[in-house]
């Protein structure tokens, strides 16, 4: 899923200062499982804010708040119907890409990003989430024992650890395992050792063009577009 | 016939002993040139580090340009940390026109240990695909495939981590950077003979020249700064102690010392080829070291 977090308060009050009627609108996918822009981090927002300009008796705002099931499908952004229809601005809580949904969808409506989207991961526990993917296109996770070099070692080197490692650890942060270590020690547990001996080629970043698009196989063959 | 007078020596059976100079962050490299023209004749080959630590600095081949003007003999460091392969192959290209043959190549300090730490770490290349993009260069075509006019020749060197923790990881890394075409390496900082034996009985069965990494430590302090900072540098607890014992303002001729044993015992024992002196930020130090470990002759 995608990770992200809300952007500070302060951020986000500088960003409405120009608009009058605020819509919160909340993300039931991936921004609710990460806490950052579920419907319960758009019920906590809504309160922050109004008790904000509350405390500091400045701005004229209205809020009022809402959360689609997805952001980033316009089939789900229809549900918004009347929602919008009084309001000045979209303040939304659904990743970076929920954001341009909302803004290619509504082409007359500012929309605000809510939340800094950080990267692809997983839930390692409670409240805390880590990178495990960089989309690069070609994924080498057969080679590596199911462990990502690209995200995982801070330099997204591909032929064994730098010189750097320390007590296992990643010579740009102490706390953070050192991805070829880890892959080291899962391929011999693996008995595919041979794996890490080979040697890889520089990466192909063709695999990965701004901004890239996939078509459904199905829709390819019969020479549909889907933009 | 050798590239450079520096491969010719390495394809001697001499002790081998190289030294490296870390430029300014200015423009102003008189003491660059002091330091060349100190260490030129004392050594068979300096290299100029490149961005060391991630630090933005005077560039490495800017600092070979002056080894060659001054008649050293220069060894390009070059990371992968701050250019792509564009980048890469074109200061090869300088670096061959301009007769600095001798090619460090590495992967380089993360960004996040150096003084630009927003900065956009590159990678485009590991040391190992640098390694093998240099022997590209030299069958005279670039990385995406085209002719070049003319092709280089360096002599290309690489670096290895002895005495890491997780040896393993680390010693397939080195078999691969040997597939690749190393043909010497310069070992990161040895502070253990015992754990550099056990390397040196595993490395010895391959056809490259091995050059024991020798940092100078200049207090007990500067040692547990570089535990905790550089990184991978594991000091040794025995060698803290023996430079915490000295009275203060002695550390750094202690250091000395114990930079010159090492290197005597490396070469007395014929443990590996030669060794490769760091005196991070002393390098006006390094002829005492030659002179202590009895390596400065009339004949060098
Ligand atoms: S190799 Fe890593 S970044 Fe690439 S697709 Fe696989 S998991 Fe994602
Ligand atoms: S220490 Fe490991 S994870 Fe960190 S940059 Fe080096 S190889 Fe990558």
Sequence with gaps: MIVAEQKPLEDI??????????????????????DAGGEREVSFLHNALQLA?????????????????????????????????????????????????????????????GVNTSFMGMTKESGVWDERCAACGECRLEDTGGICPITRCTKGILNGPCAGVKNGKCEANKDMDCAWILIYQRLERLQQLDKMRRYYPPRNFRAIPRPRRIMSKAETVTGESNG | MANSLFEEKLSSNDFIITTEIGPPKSVDVSEVVHHIKLLKDK???????????????????????????????????????????????????????????????????????????????????????????????????????????AAPKFC?????????????????????????????????????????????????????????????????????????NVPGIIVAQSLIDELAAVEKGKGLQKGIEIAARFIKTIREEKLCHGVHIMAVGNENIVPDILEAAELVSSSR
């Excluded at chain 1, 960003?15 to 909340?26: A, N």
């Excluded at chain 1, 689609?68 to 229809?78: G, N, S």
């Excluded at chain 2, 792509?84 to 090869?92: D, G, H, I, T």
């Design chain 2, 43 to 149: 050594v068979d080959a300096i290299n100029i580090t490149d961005h060391q630590s991630s630090v933005m600095r005077f560039p490495s081949i800017g600092g070979c340009l002056l080894v060659r003007e001054l008649g050293g003999e220069p060894i390009l460091q070059m990371t992968c940390r701050d250019r792509n392969r564009l980048a890469l192959q074109s200061e090869l290209l300088l670096a061959y026109s301009r007769d600095i043959k001798n090619v460090l190549s590495l992967t380089g300090d993360s960004i996040d240990v150096g003084d630009h730490k927003d900065a956009k770490p590159v990678f485009d290349l590991d040391s190992v695909q640098l390694l093998k993009m240099i022997r590209t260069l030299e069958s005279g075509i670039d990385m995406g495939g085209n002719e070049l006019g």
């Design chain 2, 156 to 228: 290309i060197g690489t670096s290895v981590h002895p005495e890491a923790d997780f040896i393993e990881p680390q010693l397939i890394k080195f078999d691969k950077k040997v597939a690749a075409g190393a043909q010497f390496f310069q070992t990161q900082g040895i502070f253990d003979l015992a754990s550099f034996r056990r390397f040196m009985q595993y490395a010895s069965q391959f056809d490259v020249k091995i050059l024991a990494g020798i940092i100078v430590l200049s207090s007990a302090g500067m040692a547990r700064y570089m535990n905790n």
């Design chain 1, 53 to 113: 300009q509350a405390r500091s008796g400045e701005g004229a705002h209205t809020f009022s708040e809402h959360t689609v099931k997805r952001q980033c499908d316009p089939e789900f952004l229809e549900a918004l119907g009347e929602k919008t229809a009084d309001v000045d601005v979209i303040l939304s809580l659904g990743c970076g890409i929920g954001v341009q949904a909302i803004a290619e969808y509504l082409p007359d409506m500012p929309v605000l990003p």
């Design chain 1, 13 to 34: 009050i500088r960003m409405i200062v120009p608009y009058e009627r605020v819509l919160i609108l909340g993300c039931g996918t991936c921004m609710t499982v990460c």
